[in-house]
């Protein structure tokens, strides 16, 4: 083993611990802020990892929308307009000056509730006849005939005919039961209250009245015959009150005539008697007496008061029977409607840009909820704050052929690359303090350990470095299996005997040594004594690789960790969940291991800038 130390390592390492406190704050300081902040590359990062979900998500509802907009019956919309005209009292009407009045909205709201109403509904159902009209009576459509609908569609698009796929359409069954009068009535108001849309237009006394319908000629009708009918009803309601004010007044004028008679018959005896007063008698029978004796003037006065309230209930009679003749309605059409040249519903393109953009949200708000509840390792932050390790370096995923020599085949590659920084960061681990043995480890056997000892061993022989990997993980054994011929016959009888030397075999692409599994097992060097004893037989190598066993396969099976000079825990990128993860830190810190960092593989959106990549999954 090569010496380390110098005559300046010990001031060097002094001059390193005063500075440790000052570098250790501002990075502490460095880190709280990148917690509190979120860039845009956090948010890149998350768009990048999730948008596969995301772009599921927009096309899921793209193909609802789609499904939606070819499924629809066409509907059509006709609409007509009405112009509301504020009433003017009959005094105000004599009077020779300019009066303005306003509707309110209490006013205006009446009105559209008259025109909703089942009053109005009935009288258009009774003059067009949509009780019995088929078009109108439209029923719902079932999800099954929506299906058939889309798949004809589908099968004319790619040129198949629908009638040959389908069969030819099935006709409407007749109910079991006829509905009675009263269902049918209530069915066509229903029908014709859920198309019927009245709307005021802003401020105005226009108010629009509008009705959607599968038939654009029925749909024309209907809003046509609606304005008609309230137009109607509005000279009706005049007319029925007209005749009846006319015969409260015809009442009231046979009252006033006979007290105007009485009055004109009273003043008139009084003067053919010569005398100035008349006695009128109080009470009845023989004890009647005089009480009041009016004189002349009252008698004329009462007279001509009745007089003039017989004139005057006798104009207004005259007035009303005029209006019962000739009626003049508070409403008049102004735009008359029209059958529509395309239909209304459904809207194509807001349907599809409603759907898009819903499946946007959704697909981020699935993304962002998986993100939440996702309790795997992912990020270099997250190993950062959540365990306090560094993270020295992410690797992209590889195909499971050719992936233990990876670096080998494709020197050049984004994980070649990536290797490469790992081993820089190495480096600089190996300047504070030195490096010769390090380990690998996981929590996982599918986190891509093996992979990535094999490479970092490829890698430092390709440096000129003499490197040997001791295949420890003696569960697995995908190195020795991989990267070692089969052992001959009667080989691993006795393999424990002699120096390690004798055991030590060159791998099939002879890069580098190894000591296979077998070897590991049967000198039981996951016993931390027996690895004790085997360390110094190796310092004829520059650099050595321990290749140790997943956790799973038994914490106490990584004690040997501490006779190394560092570890590397590996962790798979989405794949190795944290609490597993963190199990693995605390097994390493509890035998006083030294973590030199983390490496992320099968890493498939890069958190970092340096490098990034895709592929598949990588072999272990």
């Known amino acids: 083993r090569r010496s380390r130390s110098g005559p300046g390592q010990g001031l060097l390492m002094d001059n390193r611990l005063r500075l440790a406190p000052a570098w250790q704050s501002i990075s502490d300081q460095h880190e709280q802020a990148e917690r509190e902040f ?17 772009l599921g998500a927009v096309g899921a509802a793209l193909f609802c929308a789609w499904f939606y907009v070819v499924t629809t019956n066409p509907v059509y919309t006709a609409q007509t307009q009405i112009l509301i005209e504020p009433k003017f009292p009959q005094v105000l009407q004599q009077q020779q000056m300019d009066v303005n009045l306003t509707l309110d909205t209490a006013q205006v709201e009446s009105q559209i509730a008259v025109m909703r109403s089942e009053k109005i509904a009935m009288i258009v159902i009774n003059l067009l006849g949509l009780r019995d009209n088929p078009a109108f009576l439209t029923k719902d459509v079932r999800f099954s005939d929506s299906l058939i609908k889309f798949g004809k569609v589908l099968a004319g698009s790619v040129g198949i005919d629908p009638d040959w796929l389908f069969g030819e359409p099935r006709k409407a069954t007749e109910p079991s039961r006829l ?88 003043a008139q005896e009084f003067r053919a008697r010569h005398d100035y007063e008349v006695g009128r008698p109080v009470g009845g029978g023989d004890a009647a007496v005089v009480a009041v004796t009016p004189t002349l003037e009252e008698l004329e006065v009462t007279a001509d008061t009745y007089r003039k309230m017989y004139e005057s209930f006798l104009q207004a009679y005259t007035n009303s029977v005029s209006q019962q003749s000739y009626s003049v309605a508070d409403a008049r059409v102004i735009t008359p409607a029209t059958p529509p040249l395309r239909p209304s519903e459904p809207r194509r393109k807001l349907a599809l840009a409603f759907g898009g953009l819903s499946g946007l949200i959704l697909g981020i708000g699935l993304a962002f909820l998986r993100h939440m509840l996702d309790r795997s390792v992912r990020t270099a932050r997250q190993l950062r704050e959540e365990f306090g390790l560094t993270c020295i370096g992410e690797l992209p995923a590889l195909p499971r052929k050719g992936a233990l020599d ?130 110094p037989e190796l310092q004829s190598y520059d650099f050595v690789i321990v290749d140790l066993p997943p956790l799973t396969s038994g914490a106490d099976r990584l004690s040997v960790a501490s006779l190394l000079d560092g570890v590397v825990v590996v962790a798979e990128w989405g794949g190795t969940p ?37 592929g598949t999954k990588q072999a272990n």
């Open 406 to 535: 990876a670096v080998a085949l494709a020197p050049s590659s984004t994980y070649a690359n990536g290797l490469r920084a790992i081993k820089t960061a190495i480096g600089l681990a190996d300047s504070a303090r030195s490096l010769h043995c390090i380990g690998i480890a996981s929590a996982l056997r599918s986190d891509g350990k093996s992979t990535f000892a094999s490479n970092l061993a490829m890698l430092y022989s390709m440096f000129g470095l003499r490197t040997l990997v001791i295949d420890a993980d003696i569960f697995h054994s995908v190195l020795s299996r991989s990267l070692l011929p089969a052992p001959e016959a009667g080989s691993n009888l006795a393999p424990a005997a002699g120096a390690i030397e004798q055991h030590i075999r060159l791998t099939s692409n002879a890069t580098f040594d190894m000591v296979p599994s077998y070897v590991a097992d049967v000198r039981n060097l996951l016993v931390p004594k027996n690895m004790r004893d085997l360390l």
């Open 38 to 54: 979120i860039s845009i590359a956090d948010i890149w990062a998350f768009l990048k990892q999730h948008y596969r979900l995301i």
């Open 179 to 266: 509905p009675t009068e009263f269902e049918r009535d209530r069915l066509t108001i229903s029908t014709f209250t859920s198309g019927l849309d009245v709307r005021r237009v802003g401020v105005s006394y226009a108010i629009d009245i509008s009705f959607r319908s599968p038939d654009p000629e029925i749909a024309a009708k209907i809003a046509n015959t609606t304005a008609e009918a309230f137009v109607r009803e509005q000279l009706d309601t005049k007319a029925a009150a007209a005749r009846e004010g006319g015969r409260w007044l015809e009442q009231r004028l046979n009252e006033l005539r006979v007290q105007m008679n009485e009055a004109t018959q009273i």
């Open 578 to 614: 944290v609490d597993v993860f963190s199990e693995l830190v605390r097994s390493l810190h509890a035998s006083k291991a030294s973590i030199i960092g983390a490496v992320l593989t099968n890493v498939r959106t890069a958190t970092t800038i340096r490098y990034g990549g895709r």
